[in-house]
DNA sequence: TCTGGGGTCCTAGGACCC
DNA sequence: TCTGGGGTCCTAGGACCC
């Protein structure tokens, strides 16, 4: 069967959520913002409009806040959460072949339902109102054949009011699709970011039309193989498919920047220590353990003028834990050699490494252990968890380069092995 | 001890996403 | 004075081993 995927996506989501809840902003220009009310997160249409950009810092836009009334939210992460899951429930009863993307986006396949609608925009615009009536929140929904033409089709639906919040660009006339993405800019298509967008522009591909139209093998050689998969994407091949189980994560993080610098150790020790414990929840909460973990400080990029000091360092565990005690005593260790008196640090924060078969291991703390040269101290820190985890796991599955992997497999693609097999010769 | 090529593995960082 | 937080994947190139 011919998949059909949607793409179901919260408007302007963080203040959507807050606008449920305070209706009198129904109207008010109002924007979302992140920790320590540093900058703007999220902004509703009106905003957008006035070309406020995502991640504005605050103090820069008071002038244009003032002169129209923009009012300022600080963000509620329990709130958006819940809110999330809300709207995950409404979509799950129409199929369970729902992939939760991001806090405000899913991606369901559609293709077996779609006999019970007169057409997928139907099924569209059912879903809108469902989650409308159920959660208050309001959503676009893009139709297409692959995630990448449902995203460019949630893309039209969002920017252009002719589509009522639903289109669907696989049963749309191809001309009008082709019209469509004449007028769509390459740059909006999902994987092509700022720094692609403009070499693309030197190659004179500056619509998605453009995209559309250049060879994907050509593609390849000039981009890398994540842009030869757009390009198949956009012509209707479908590479990417649903994954409705979340893989477990392969790194958790917990990060803050402060709102004042800090310069004591004592104060950063409160905040590694406070990361370390979420981290700790994190990892309870997916039932992993983790084998090192990655202490960081920073001091203020912003002001380069200023000593900048970025330093890091991970420590892999005797034995791998999710103990928050074990965990917060070795970030504290961490933090103690990499810490410096007179920088003014302005965020912290600690990563866990995950994959047991993976390790990444910068740099590595073993007490009584003399490291000569990073690449014995690399070694040990191999040698170290291959002891817990089993050599066997460790030495199988090392990561391999593009290159590796082509000679190991014949010429293919590392993640993608089974799925190329199965792609059309490009018309 | 010197020399070189091929294979392997890892790091660092870029680019992208929300 | 004030500038988010949490992720993934890919690649170039260095270090190392045989």
Known sequence: MTKIFALVDVNNFYVSCERVFAPKMENVPMVVLSNNDGCAVARCAQVKALGVKMGTPWFQ??????????AAYSSNYTLYGDMSSRVVEVLKKFTPSLEVYSIDESFLAIETVLQQYADPASLG????????DATGLPVCVGIGASKTLAKLANHLAKKHKIFAGVCDVDSMPKEDLYQWMTETAAGEVWGVGKQTAKKLKELHIHTVFDLLQSPPQTMRQQFGIVME???YELRGVSCLQLEEV???KQQIVSSRSFGKPVTLMEELAESVATHAARGAEKLRAQ???TGALTIFIQTNPFKPHEPQHHQSITIALADPSDNTLMLTRAALKGLKQIYQAGFKYKKAGVMFNLLADKPTVQQSLFDDMEVKGKSAGLMKAMDSINSRFGNAVIRSAASGTKQDWQMRSGNKSPNYTTRWDELPVAQ
């Open 61 to 70: 836009m008071q002038e244009l806040a003032k002169k129209h009334g923009i």
């Open 125 to 132: 615009h059912i879903m809108k109102q469902e989650v409308k």
């Open 229 to 231: 998969r757009i390009c």
């Open 246 to 248: 979340a893989p477990a």
């Open 287 to 289: 039932k992993s353990v």
